[in-house]
């Protein structure tokens, strides 16, 4: 199986068949894959990488086991298959972070557009990706729809959903900077608009 990427939780392989494992990640490659992308530790310390580990791991096993109580259509997460308590099988997507690097800014506003409409029914639906990354846990399917590609990192109470929204966590730096410069602005307003604006 070919690695496609990594990221905190899981390691992605292409089956071959339009479909990928997503793999979670063991104990050295998780802290070593954390320790990579924190250098030079700007904003996170050396000695949180284990309870970034631990706190990951334990967001994936909550979010995998809401799956099948989630209200969305399969398609809406890439037509997950869950193999056991952590790793799941998954259409193969385009992650938005591939897609912006070869759009222009005017398809990438349209883009932004979709995945703001598309995250107000997540939340009308009770669920979210627990920092609305952008870039790193959602996708175009093969129809062009944008999709919820992490499963891992799901939040299904309102409680946490409205805190989420009131802490604004779409600005964090690590889901506004993997953006073109020419987007953020507009991603963060609209976000904005949609969610906080009444």
């Given at each position: 199986?070919?690695?496609?990427?990594?990221?905190?939780?899981?390691?992605?392989?292409?089956?071959?068949?339009?479909?990928?494992?997503k793999?979670?990640?063991?104990v050295?490659?998780?802290?070593?894959?954390?320790?990579?992308?924190?250098?030079?530790?700007?904003?996170?310390?050396?000695?949180k990488i284990?309870?970034?580990y631990?706190?990951?791991?334990?967001?994936?096993?909550d979010s995998?086991?809401?799956?099948?109580?989630?209200?969305?259509?399969s398609?809406?997460?890439?037509?997950?298959k869950v193999?056991?308590?952590?790793?799941?099988?998954?259409?193969k997507?385009l992650?938005?972070?591939?897609h912006?690097?070869?759009?222009?800014?005017?398809?990438g506003?349209?883009?932004?557009d979709?995945?703001?409409q598309?995250?107000?029914l997540?939340?009308?639906?009770?669920?979210?990706?627990?920092?609305?990354?952008?870039t790193k846990?959602?996708?175009?399917?093969?129809q062009?729809?944008?999709?919820?590609?992490?499963?891992?990192?799901?939040?299904?109470?309102?409680?946490?959903?409205?805190?989420q929204?009131?802490?604004?966590?779409?600005?964090?730096?690590?889901?506004?900077?993997?953006?073109?410069?020419?987007?953020r602005?507009?991603?963060?307003e609209?976000m904005?608009?949609?969610f906080?604006?009444?």
């Open positions: 199986m070919k690695l496609l990427g990594r990221g905190w939780q899981y390691s992605t392989y292409d089956l071959g068949n339009g479909r990928v494992l793999k979670y990640n063991s050295p490659t998780g802290y070593w894959h954390v320790f990579k992308t924190c250098f030079p530790f700007n904003n996170d310390r050396v000695w284990p309870e970034f631990r706190g990951c791991k334990e967001t994936a096993l995998i086991k809401k799956l099948p109580n989630v209200p969305l259509e398609w809406m997460m890439g037509n997950p193999l056991n308590a952590l790793d799941y099988e998954q259409d997507l992650p938005l972070h591939d912006f690097e070869i759009v222009d800014s005017e398809v506003k349209r883009t932004i979709a995945f703001v598309f995250n107000r997540l939340v009308n639906n009770s669920i979210i990706d627990k920092s609305f990354n952008i846990n959602f996708a175009l399917d093969a062009g729809r944008v999709v919820l590609m992490d499963i891992g990192e799901v939040y299904t109470s309102s409680v946490s959903i409205d805190k929204i009131r802490e604004r966590v779409w600005t964090a730096y690590y889901t506004v900077d993997p953006l073109p410069v020419p987007l602005d507009y991603f963060v609209s904005d608009r949609e906080l604006v009444k």
